[in-house]
């Protein structure tokens, strides 16, 4: 029996198809996504559930937002990089889980992609919205361990005996956020190739001049 390949074909997937894995992070976080919603409408429309089924959900929304956010932080700071002097070192973010910690440089590539932070709903209007959000995150997932292990490294609880979370208010509260930093990467790679193709047809222009 193969674990990872067998015939037919339907059920595979493929990983790292174009060669360049950071390009697929808004992948990975879609997918997260949409496997977070399915498990929660699925929770949301049953009568009954065991508290277990809850923990998977709240991973995967978590998971997305950062993956999203490490998506937008990746091709937003090359697409800074390009058009002005500013840089983002966007490499040790990989390291990283806080969400906090990625707030500065989000708010840099906002400015540069002339965005407001007004999501187009209540409670998300502005960057200090978007800052609390990622700090009431943080507060009881502060670095993607509580929703994926009982304990942490040193075997102490991620979260206080008898913690309650609502899971299905925890999706409802977060789709809209995620859909709208989905459409932030797609939006930042739309603006980051265009800038590219200009530049090269720039430097096109001016090597055909200089011959």
């Known amino acids: 029996m193969a674990l990872f390949q067998a015939d037919p074909h339907h059920g595979n997937v493929v990983f790292n198809f174009r060669g360049q894995p950071l390009k697929d992070l808004s992948a990975f976080a879609q997918g997260y996504h949409l496997?977070?919603?399915?498990?929660?409408?699925?929770?949301s429309n049953s009568s009954g559930y065991a508290d277990?089924?809850?923990?998977p959900i709240l991973f995967l929304y978590r998971h997305a937002l950062e993956l999203y956010i490490k998506a937008i932080i990746y091709t937003g700071a090359k697409y800074v990089g390009l058009i002005s002097d500013n840089k983002i070192d966007y490499e040790h973010f990989f390291r990283r889980h806080r969400l906090s910690k990625f707030l500065p440089a989000l708010e840099?590539?906002?400015?540069?992609?002339?965005?407001?932070?007004?999501?187009?709903?209540?409670g998300m209007t502005n960057f200090e919205d978007f800052?609390?959000?990622?700090?009431?995150?943080?507060?009881?997932?502060?670095d993607s361990f509580s929703f994926r292990y009982p304990v942490m490294t040193n075997l102490k609880s991620t979260l206080p005996h008898h913690f309650v979370v609502n899971v299905i208010s925890y999706a409802r509260e977060m789709e809209p956020?995620?859909?709208?930093?989905?459409?932030?990467?797609?939006?930042?790679?739309?603006?980051?190739?265009?800038?590219?193709?200009?530049?090269?047809e720039a430097e096109q222009i001016i090597r055909d001049a200089l011959e």
Not at 35 to 43: K, N, P, T, V
Not at 108 to 122: E, P, Q, R, S, T
Request: net charge negative; charged share 20%; aromatic share 16%.
């Open 131 to 142: 800052a609390n959000f990622i700090t009431e995150v943080e507060s009881v997932d502060p």
């Open 52 to 55: 277990y089924e809850g923990y």
């Open 177 to 200: 956020i995620l859909d709208c930093l989905s459409g932030a990467v797609t939006g930042i790679d739309h603006d980051w190739q265009n800038a590219c193709e200009i530049i090269y």
């Open 108 to 122: 840099v590539i906002w400015k540069h992609m002339n965005w407001d932070w007004d999501f187009g709903f209540d």
């Open 35 to 43: 496997a977070g919603r399915a498990l929660a409408q699925r929770m």
